[in-house]
């Protein structure tokens, strides 16, 4: 492996649409994924992106252009019926919920490995999937990003999800996880909305702004950043190394507001 930085790498053109698709993922996943934890249905977002994912394998499948309206509409219905389904199964079975999330994430990916086994770039798909192709967004696709993501969060912040009820959120996570699994893969969209919310679950006690959320923007923008940025002069995959920039700016938050708690 070739460890050697090249600085020259650091090219705006190309570092930031993918950095700004990052800035949109988080709009979304940050409010939803602190939702999503007090919920205590973590693995939800994986099940989510993977039954997207299926509607995009399926619409391949059929041959449907990829990357057109029809493929988004796929993925958008699949997304969708997961939610019903997820809507069904909290009702009927609540405290079963986490145990099926996961059965159907399992399914969904199993499903897709079927669809994919005939085609001879099946590999090559399966791992955009699961971890995107940020660096290759284009204009279209973040304009796509951004009409979804303002949508979600006027919809959060108007108090319509809650009044829909379970199938509300269901449904706004759905559309929020299809709009951005495309763009920066299966895996990104979990940390995104996993890792800045575990680490600011015990922000409440801390004095930064009184905003968890902002403290969950923060560490999210910085690991996007920082992956970027080392992903580029280290000619390494940006998705795993942004997963990875996460978790770090995740744990340096985690020590020093522990030590700040400590301290009061």
């Given at each position: 492996?070739?460890?050697?930085?090249n600085?020259?790498?650091?090219?705006?053109g190309i570092?930031?649409?993918a950095?700004i698709?990052g800035?949109?993922?988080?709009?979304?996943?940050?409010?939803?994924?602190?939702?999503?934890?007090?919920?205590g249905?973590?693995?939800?977002?994986?099940?989510?992106?993977?039954?997207?994912?299926?509607?995009?394998i399926?619409?391949d499948?059929?041959?449907?252009?990829?990357?057109g309206?029809?493929?988004?509409i796929?993925?958008?219905?699949?997304?969708?019926?997961?939610?019903?389904?997820?809507?069904?199964?909290?009702?009927?079975?609540?405290?079963?919920q986490?145990a099926l999330?996961g059965?159907?994430?399992?399914l969904?990916?199993c499903?897709?490995?079927?669809l994919?086994?005939?085609?001879?770039?099946?590999?090559?798909?399966?791992k955009?999937?699961l971890?995107?192709q940020?660096l290759?967004v284009n204009?279209?696709?973040?304009?796509?990003?951004?009409?979804v993501s303002?949508?979600?969060?006027?919809?959060?912040w108007?108090?319509?999800?809650a009044r829909?009820g379970r199938f509300?959120f269901y449904?706004?996570?759905a559309l929020a996880?299809?709009?951005s699994v495309?763009?920066?893969?299966?895996?990104l969209?979990f940390?995104?909305l996993?890792?800045?919310?575990?680490a600011?679950?015990?922000?409440?006690r801390i004095t930064?702004g009184?905003?968890?959320?902002?403290?969950a923007?923060?560490i999210?923008?910085?690991?996007?950043?920082l992956?970027?940025a080392l992903s580029a002069?280290l000619?390494?995959?940006?998705?795993?190394?942004i997963?990875?920039t996460?978790?770090?700016c995740?744990?340096?938050?985690?020590?020093?507001s522990g030590?700040?708690?400590?301290?009061a």
């Amino acid at each position: 492996m070739n460890w050697a930085m090249n600085w020259a790498a650091l090219d705006w053109g190309i570092l930031g649409p993918a950095f700004i698709a990052g800035l949109l993922v988080l709009a979304t996943h940050v409010p939803l994924g602190a939702q999503v934890l007090d919920r205590g249905i973590v693995f939800i977002d994986l099940a989510i992106a993977q039954i997207a994912g299926l509607g995009v394998i399926a619409a391949d499948a059929v041959g449907l252009p990829e990357g057109g309206v029809a493929v988004q509409i796929a993925a958008v219905v699949a997304a969708l019926l997961g939610a019903l389904l997820l809507t069904w199964t909290e009702r009927k079975a609540p405290h079963q919920q986490e145990a099926l999330i996961g059965v159907m994430f399992i399914l969904a990916a199993c499903a897709g490995i079927l669809l994919l086994s005939g085609n001879p770039h099946g590999g090559e798909h399966l791992k955009e999937l699961l971890v995107g192709q940020i660096l290759w967004v284009n204009t279209t696709q973040l304009l796509w990003l951004g009409g979804v993501s303002a949508v979600i969060l006027f919809a959060l912040w108007r108090g319509w999800v809650a009044r829909l009820g379970r199938f509300g959120f269901y449904a706004v996570f759905a559309l929020a996880v299809t709009a951005s699994v495309q763009l920066v893969g299966v895996y990104l969209v979990f940390s995104s909305l996993i890792i800045p919310a575990l680490a600011t679950r015990s922000s409440t006690r801390i004095t930064v702004g009184g905003n968890r959320h902002g403290v969950a923007y923060g560490i999210g923008v910085v690991g996007y950043a920082l992956g970027l940025a080392l992903s580029a002069v280290l000619d390494l995959p940006s998705g795993a190394v942004i997963v990875w920039t996460l978790a770090a700016c995740a744990l340096a938050w985690a020590w020093f507001s522990g030590g700040r708690v400590a301290k009061a």
